[in-house]
């Protein structure tokens, strides 16, 4: 087993080390042309994966050969182009489905991102299943995009929004969850994965309690997807969500798994091409899932990207790359832990990830702007969960987020440069 201990002065222990055995660091490394690149005149140090990720040569390499070789608009064309791009396009469903394990293909539908697919649900199933005094469960630790969308259907239709506490260990308050679930609970939306604290939320337990009191069930995987194998039947959500961007894909484009029972109850949310059956000034009828949810020209490229991210992390393995990350994280907080003056933000039963802190004397946005001159990039700031900043008690943090090329001795130079940056402001 070869562990990575800190090399760089000053030598110091922590109970966590890093084991790159069967793990192809080296090789994954390799695979990202940007991670060998020089920012500021230092090598490209990239810990904002929690923001976007950086993209894999293979999912490069998969755009520009559909760009170069096979573009053409989908489900329309009779002509050989456009098939290709048609079959391409839903082998890339197929990918999904296979890779978040949904029932069959037609439960994915495919949207611009985890956003538009929490907005998808609350327009459609909300506007058409939410009552007056309903009431929409989410919790502290969500990002602004699974709080606002819930926040607009309420107002529309006088339901209720509740959220489930935090604790101060950055775990969600289980016994207020019990006591807000109640027969009035039409949905629970809740994170599986913070993009603050990097808590592990219990989605099992959560959906399975709504679900005892017949509530529906949405789980954003925005965050969760790129660090844990997903299985959505096992999780027992009705919905979940995330974006190809956080995957090691392209931007613009994500999905949203529901169950085939209730995507079929619900009506179409934008209307437009594809999404029809037929059409007449007096009457139009509908496609069947997922045509339905899918009006316009989708983001064909994007979504053959997406596939080729799949491929390539089905490749390395998703439990693989969970382990491996999961040793890193307890590196991380260990490693930060002996910076002084620093405080990490909440300390969750499980934690994937995801890290935020404080430095003392520093400002988040200094800390940032500090590492920034180190090839180091993070990200300062609220990280659009203000509610949650408001629960901790802090206007900012910093943030430093993992993805499966990061590496101890990265840990190592950031936990330098933040002692030193410490020091710059005390001097
Ligand atoms: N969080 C971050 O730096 P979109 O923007 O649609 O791809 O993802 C939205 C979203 C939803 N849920 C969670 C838990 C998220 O973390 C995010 C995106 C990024 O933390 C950008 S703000």
Redesign the pocket.
């Known amino acids: 087993m070869m562990s990575i201990k800190i090399t760089t002065e000053p030598v110091i222990e922590t109970a966590y080390s890093v084991s790159t055995n069967s793990y192809p660091i080296d090789t994954i490394r390799k695979d990202f042309p940007i991670l060998s690149t020089e920012l500021r005149g230092r090598k490209l140090v990239y810990l904002d994966n929690?923001?976007t990720t950086q993209k894999p040569r293979q999912v490069i390499e998969a755009l520009t050969a559909y760009y170069e070789k096979e573009n053409a608009n989908i489900h329309r064309g009779v002509h050989y182009l456009s098939e290709q791009a048609t079959l391409k396009y839903e082998q890339a469903r197929h990918k999904v489905k296979e890779f978040i394990k949904a029932g069959v293909n037609c439960e994915i539908i495919f949207t611009k991102?985890?956003?538009e697919s929490i907005n998808l649900v609350a327009q459609s199933y909300g506007r058409a299943f939410i009552r007056p005094g309903d009431e929409i469960l989410i919790s502290t630790l969500e990002?602004h995009?699974?709080i606002v969308p819930w926040q607009m259907l309420c107002q529309e239709k006088g339901a209720v929004l509740r959220v489930i506490p935090m604790l101060d260990s950055g775990d969600l308050d289980m016994e207020a969850f019990d006591r807000l679930l109640t027969a009035k609970t039409k949905i629970v939306a809740v994170?599986q994965l913070s993009?603050v604290t990097g808590t592990l939320v219990p989605v099992r337990e959560m959906c399975r309690k709504a679900r005892d009191l017949g509530a529906v069930t949405l789980v954003?995987g925005?965050?969760s997807t790129p660090h844990l194998p997903i299985d959505v039947q096992e999780m027992g959500a009705d919905f979940f969500v995330f974006?190809a961007?956080?995957l090691y894909g392209p931007t613009g484009v994500?999905v949203l798994y529901g169950r085939a029972e209730l995507l079929e109850a619900m009506p179409p949310w934008l209307g437009g091409g594809n999404m029809i059956r037929s059409v007449s000034f007096e009457k139009t009828t509908y496609a069947d899932l997922p045509d339905k949810f899918e009006a316009g020209t989708p983001d064909i490229g994007g979504v053959i990207g997406l596939g080729a991210a799949i491929d390539y992390l089905q490749d390395i393995g998703l439990e693989r790359i969970s382990q491996y990350e999961e040793m890193l994280t307890d590196y991380a907080c260990a490693r930060l832990e002996l910076v002084e003056g620093l405080q990490i933000q909440g300390s969750p039963r499980a934690r994937r990830g995801v890290i935020s802190f404080t430095l003392d004397c520093v400002h988040p946005h200094d800390i940032g702007q500090l590492l920034d001159q180190d090839g180091i990039a993070i990200?300062a700031g609220h990280?659009?969960a203000q509610p949650l900043m408001q629960r901790l008690g802090v206007p900012a943090t910093a943030r430093l987020s993992l993805g499966l090329y990061n590496t101890a001795e990265e840990i190592d130079y950031v936990a330098l440069r933040l002692q030193h940056s410490r020091k710059l402001f005390l001097s």
């Open positions: 929690a923001a991102g985890a956003t990002h995009s699974n994170t993009n954003d925005a965050q974006s961007h956080k994500g990200r990280h659009c």
